[in-house]
């Protein structure tokens, strides 16, 4: 089993940029595909990006703004993010499955993290 812990949300200017990182124990992170999906109040939860082995795949929404990334010496993914606008602001979560292929639905994780607050002001 892989546990997840998410962090480097906090609250932001529109156009700022931050980084959240996703830290995995338990197991190496290297053979999961990993996830980024968000939830904003009221709404449903959605996907923002994931990265394998081979690729990364990003939401139309995000493509230039967003980058995943991921450092297999630290066991831990990231998501860069750029441009912030306000309605970038949500929950972030991370999420991994194994084995790695990548997946935009949500149900396809085994773990997930607690999540990060993104807050972005105007």
């Known amino acids: 089993q892989v546990q997840l812990v998410e962090s480097g949300g906090g609250p932001v200017r529109a156009g700022d940029s931050l980084r959240l990182s996703c830290a995995a124990s338990?197991?190496?992170?290297?053979?999961?595909?990993v996830a980024w999906f968000r939830q904003a109040p009221g709404k449903e939860r959605e996907f923002v990006a994931f990265i394998t082995w081979f690729n990364s795949i990003y939401a139309d929404f995000v493509k230039g703004r967003f980058t995943i990334s991921r450092d297999i010496a630290k066991n831990t993914v990231y998501l860069r993010m750029d441009s912030l606008k306000p309605d970038d602001a949500a929950v972030y979560f991370c999420?991994?499955?194994?084995?790695?292929?990548?997946?935009?639905?949500?149900?396809?994780?085994?773990?997930w993290g607690q999540g990060t607050q993104v807050t972005v002001s105007s």
């Open positions: 338990g197991d190496t992170f290297s053979g999961y595909a």
């Open positions: 999420a991994a499955r194994s084995p790695g292929w990548g997946s935009r639905t949500a149900g396809d994780y085994d773990y």
